[in-house]
């Protein structure tokens, strides 16, 4: 497999912690889900490295749910995060879905994809106009925010993957975490695989990513696609790609 190079001499972002340290040093009961603590998150995110592929599925599918319920950020999203972007490398990611043969490694990029954009510049924008202060320093949005260069780090070896469904799944959630200020150093080089998105993706949210990408920063894009539903409409945590759903 071709994981790629994410761009030799720049500024290294600085790693996610071990999944295993993530798992062990949480106190996860003292951390707010959508449903109440977080004490039941340590068995989901473990049953993520089953073999079984309908129980990871199944899993990922649940931890939507606890920690990203109606596209929100909560005190348990940001090691969740951390968790799913450490398990990236493991040799459980490679398990293929039935019936797809598409590996694991896709949905959990994709589910990165969903948490980041809950946290994108676009939508805690829209909600910093009705909720003055949204934003500020220490808030649980904020700090969750603060992960994106981390986030990153563990997303780019993908971008060149030599799977369709996770290099394209790679390139949507670089996208969205380089609106950070200190990953602008990536941007002109991930313009490029914008446009791979544009001129080959057939998937709506995805292709919209990618043009907002280039728009936003100073690149010739084509220009816009009949009115479709917007990227948010799709309930990114419900997975408009279908990613959670049946046929595992």
Partial sequence: MNHGLPGAGAPHEPDVPPYQAV??????????????????????LTRLLEPDPKVQVSALSEL???????????EATAPVAMYVAGILTHPAAMTLR??????????????????AYDASD?????????????????????AFRDL???????????????????????VIAALILAEHPALAVHRDRLAVHARAVLD????????????????AWGHDAPG???????????GPHSDGRGDLEPPF
Avoid: C
């Fill in 23 to 44: 798992l062990a040093e949480t106190d996860w009961d003292s951390l707010q889900t959508a449903f109440g603590s977080g004490e039941d998150l340590p068995g989901v």
């Fill in 64 to 74: 939507g749910e606890l920690v990203g319920h109606q596209n929100t950020i909560y």
């Fill in 98 to 115: 039935p019936y797809r043969n598409v590996p694991i490694r896709a949905a959990l990029l994709n589910w990165l994809v969903s948490t």
């Fill in 122 to 142: 676009e939508i805690v924008g829209r909600t910093e106009q009705y909720f003055p202060g949204f934003l500020t320093p220490g808030t649980v949005v904020a």
């Fill in 148 to 170: 994106r260069p981390m986030l990153y780090r563990a997303v780019a070896p993908f971008l060149r993957d030599s799977h369709e469904d996770v290099r394209e799944a790679a």
């Fill in 200 to 215: 080959t993706s057939s998937d709506g949210p995805n292709r919209r990513v990618a043009r907002k990408a280039l728009e």
């Fill in 224 to 234: 816009p696609e009949p009115l479709r539903e917007e990227f948010w409409d799709w």
